[in-house]
């Protein structure tokens, strides 16, 4: 009886580590997609020295595009009815971004969207965001 549980030990022991082998071999290596990613937000902040309002209440809204991949020829980033800035050729891991700073703290948002003159997958390259939190009952 000890040996036929030691039997199965075994056996259930080298099922186990055939399946975790396999699994692990398996696994496919996944590089990065070329992509221009949109981020952004809005959040309030309190002035400390050096900052444009100190020992006051103030709003930063910020967007930026992230070039993932590869470099990204024509790139523009564009917030609705505000600013806007272009690069010729956004290199691989660079950023642009547009950023304001207002006084005070109150309700806001910022929208917009990125493009280039190269395909990419669409999904995130627009966006809004706001700094207003709504929690149900």
Same mark, same amino acid.
Not at 8 to 36: C, E, H, M
Not at 54 to 63: C, E, H, I, P, T
Not at 70 to 84: D, I, K, S
Not at 102 to 107: K, L, Q, R, S, Y
């Given at each position: ?14 099922? !186990?580590?055939?399946?975790? %082998?396999?699994? !692990? ?10 992509? /221009?990613? /949109? $981020? ?6 309190? %002035? ?16 930026? !595009? $992230? ?8 790139? $523009? /980033? ?17 950023? /642009? ?10 309700? +806001?948002?910022? +929208?917009?969207? $990125? ?23």
């Amino acid at each position: 009886m000890k040996q036929k549980m030691v039997r199965a030990a075994v056996a259930a022991a080298a099922a !186990v580590g055939i399946a975790a %082998g396999s699994v !692990v071999a398996a696994a496919p290596a996944q590089a990065a997609a070329p992509d /221009l990613a /949109l $981020t952004g937000g809005v959040y309030c902040s309190f %002035g400390k020295p050096g900052d444009p309002w100190q020992n006051a209440w103030y709003m930063v809204r910020w967007m930026e !595009v $992230t070039a993932h991949g590869r470099n990204w020829p024509n790139v $523009t /980033l564009h917030e609705f009815g505000g600013a806007e800035k272009f690069s010729p050729n956004l290199k691989e891991g660079q950023k /642009l971004r547009i950023e304001t700073k207002w006084f005070g703290c109150f309700p +806001s948002s910022i +929208s917009g969207y $990125t493009i280039s003159s190269d395909i990419d997958p669409l999904q995130n390259n627009i966006g809004f965001w706001a700094n207003v939190q709504r929690i149900d009952n």
